[in-house]
């Protein structure tokens, strides 16, 4: 174990050894996963999901464990440990507490009605199944207001499950956030839509020239691969099975490039988040973000603050046409970065450019927070999902399957995931606006295929500290500005209304 | 978990579930070593170490629970357990007696005294320092005797440790097994060296083709790929982490094909028995092999017994052809053949041809008995070593790289684990010719590209036992022969002598 001072020796000693298995064992955890994905035989399904379920109860099992309790306070009452030191017990006293405080039964009532409803929403949307779906999810959606019960430390119980995901964040803080947000989104989306250019030619991107270009793309932007691999999925996705082994996949479709394009950057700043992730936390409850809307922003930061600019597509359309000879025919750089930026409202949230996108999150908000606050029935779920859609986005979902049933957060038990997804547009968008007034015009930056300003600017404000600050006091440290949604809409304002 | 009965119930569920976490701890480390070697990037394997240290530990601590002891008590004295279950309650309680027996304090300093000699053996091999070497080594040996001594169960300490791989197996027992051997494969290597052809000429044969005829020849002997896969690594290994799912990797050597084919046959072996154990021992103590003596037979009779003959190569030969058109211009099946089965006396173990390969295990064999029979000092062991390869095999290595330091058993603590190798020819041998018996011309039946009869046969005779019988019994039942050598040596004499 790496050595960490700061307490009474023994007593450190004991709860760094601790934190190390329960990181050892969410690492060993995380690479099953992103074998699942990535290289398992289907029919090793059924074994991998028994054994990702025992290291789930042994991890549980450790965390719970008496003595670390016991050790958590004995550090907690010492006034010796350094600020390092301090963060470590506050984050694992934070993971311990929320565990302790739920108890086993309903943990496990509450994983067996997840695993159902799983199973059930991957056929239910199959068949295009509504009342099935929602047979399936009103458990899922009691337990869920169980756990929050449990967990309590809100004002409602929809804090409790937003606090796992965004430690801080409360749904009364959020709420007018994504009111000024959808007032001031609805009137960009026609006009943005208006200002779009063309798609791109529906034409043949071979599948491997697409793999070649994502690892020399993810190279470009600073991704170091003796610390992580790239592979292929399905559902693009990062993961971090341990120090020096940051994993990201991207997802391919040979007919359009764009695609996997957007997956690479978009996964590449998550990972280059993790790669940049101080050594010395290695195996300590500091390793990783403080919430997940900052480690989205970071993954946005990449996708949209770079990826959808003019200055990529110029860095990039020399490796596109050596790529892609005949793919690019008649296509330049000003053209690909047009497709890429094309606005359109949609039905699909994960398919929603970057202008709709968080009104299908404010919908999903606003829906979650009254399933936990008692004000919305799982039976009315399904109408106030396509009311909202049509409010929101001007179009009623023609099924269920492209409508309510399309997420797997809600079978999988994920209520108060979404909003983290905001959260990071709007960090990611505060972020650029700092980089740009610290390293320059990041297009003009990325034009030249200079990223490395802006990753040495993310490196220094945010990865380094990874958790000793909490997202918002970390998020103004990094862009001397509170949380809000101006940087954003000028961000889209500039990329979807002006012209080039 | 898979519904098992057989006990009384509430028992038998309990000991069922410990089985299971256990088995689950397992294949999670073997995903996470196969993953080592396949797929990790550099950077990840400080914490990949902590990592399988920590599920070693946690392996350990859930196999040696008081309440486990109890658990298999109380099995053991019901009479109501079929068969199946006796045998589970058998293994189980097998491999944790073993684990009670050693102290926790000598299982720790054995550890740390194999990852230090493991360490030093790489650094010392290159640089070619036998005194570094012996140093490092001797502490492994020292703490082995003792770990013997504490498991006991043999007329002498070495037997704790054959026991381990190949359970009854006892050095007295196999002492005389390796005399007759050795007596009788010594006069065979000069005539056998005499009538072999010539090698490959060095041409190219492409590292993708090398690895697409692998997975061919897999899929022809057998191989299920939705239930494994097949990658490239340094060494070649097979590993199951868990049920449906089974990987082999073949090494790769671009100027030499029969490296990887050679390989790919024997680790395909492998790999069909754990894909023929029957699904029903899933996650219990059945789902292995007996022995790696049995485990080994079935890799040998693939890589030697059909990969060897005549047939296979006229097989193989139109594939070749397509994979390597400009390497195989003027070679064909028999030409091939030849090169395989050449034999000449050689240094390196994993090198060696089927003629000399045991020679090798015998000098092993009788050196790991003197060094824990107090009789052989490890500061003897190199000129020993070297004496010993100059009395079987005529050849004095002349560098101790090339000689007693070639190995990582030793450093890593093996010890008794090489005679298992001789053993695995032995039982292929027999079993061979059981089966030649059984379904007819091996030889012929590969010419034609059928080895549905051949894996069949070892299905049936092997494979569905799993660990229901210990080898010696399986080995006599599927062979109708008891262990010897006879078959073996015929089988040399018929390969290596006669005129094809």
């Given at each position: ?13 004991r709860?760094?050894?601790w ?9 060993a ?24 379920g ?5 991890h549980h ?25 301090q963060a ?20 496990r ?9 799983v ?18 999810v ?15 430390g ?7 499950l ?10 009364a ?23 779009s ?29 003796e ?20 994993r ?21 700043g ?35 603050h770079?990826?959808l ?16 000879p ?11 970065a047009?497709a ?16 709709t ?25 399904p109408?106030?999902?396509d ?11 023609p099924?269920a399957?492209v ?44 034009a ?5 300003d ?47």
């Open positions: 174990m790496r050595a960490v001072t700061g307490g009474p020796d023994a007593t450190w000693d709860f760094a050894h934190a190390a298995v329960l990181s050892d064992l969410a690492g955890a995380g690479l099953l996963g992103w074998d699942r994905e990535t290289g398992m035989p289907p029919r090793g399904a059924e074994t991998r999901a028994s054994q990702l025992t290291l789930a109860a042994i099992r450790e965390l719970v464990r008496e003595d670390a309790g016991d050790l958590l306070e004995a550090l907690g009452r010492g006034g010796t440990l350094g600020p390092d030191e470590m017990v506050a984050w694992a006293r934070r993971e311990r507490d929320r565990a302790v405080r739920v108890p086993e039964a309903l943990v009532r509450l994983a067996e009605a997840r695993s159902r409803a199973t059930t929403w991957i056929d239910a949307r199959e068949r295009d199944d509504l009342a099935t779906y929602v047979q399936a009103r458990p899922v959606v009691a337990l869920k207001r169980q756990v929050a019960e449990a967990v309590g809100g004002a409602e119980p929809y804090d409790a937003l606090d796992e995901f965004e430690p801080g964040a409360r749904a803080e959020l709420a007018p956030l994504f009111e000024q947000l959808t007032q001031r989104l609805r009137p960009l989306v026609e006009p943005a839509a208006a200002a250019g063309p798609a791109l030619p529906r034409r043949s991107w071979p599948a491997d020239a697409q793999m070649s270009l994502a690892r020399e793309v993810a190279a470009a932007v600073g991704f170091d691969d610390a992580g691999i790239i592979a292929r999925s399905a559902h693009p996705f990062t993961g971090s099975p341990g120090q020096g082994d940051v990201f996949t991207t997802r391919v479709n040979e007919h359009d490039p764009l695609v996997s394009l957007g997956a690479v950057l978009h996964e590449a998550h990972a280059l988040y993790e790669q940049g992730l101080p050594e010395r936390y290695a195996r300590t409850p500091l390793a990783d973000a403080p919430s997940l809307g900052a480690h989205e922003s970071q993954s946005l930061f990449w996708e949209n770079i990826g600019q003019q200055g990529f597509w110029r860095y990039l359309e020399p490796a596109l046409r050596r790529c892609f005949g793919a690019m025919d008649g296509l330049g750089a000003d053209a690909m047009a890429a930026r094309r606005v359109e409202p949609s039905l699909i949230r994960v398919e929603a450019d970057e202008v996108y968080n009104l299908h999150i404010a919908l999903r908000f606003e829906l979650e927070r009254g399933l936990m606050g008692g004000t919305l029935d799982v039976a009315d779920l109408e106030a999902f009311d909202g859609m049509e409010r929101l986005l001007g179009l009623r979902p099924t399957a409508g309510v049933m399309q997420d797997i957060h809600w079978p999988e038990g994920l209520l108060g995931y979404f909003p983290t997804y905001t959260l990071g547009h709007l960090y990611a968008a505060q972020l650029a606006a700092a980089a740009e007034e610290e390293v320059g015009d990041l297009d003009a930056l990325s030249e295929g200079r990223f490395t802006a990753l040495a600017f993310l490196r220094e404000r945010v990865h380094r500290h990874a958790r000793t600050l909490p997202t918002r006091e970390l998020m103004s440290a990094a862009t001397g500005r509170e949380l809000g949604i101006e940087h954003f809409l000028t961000h889209l304002e500039e990329t979807y209304l002006l012209p080039a």
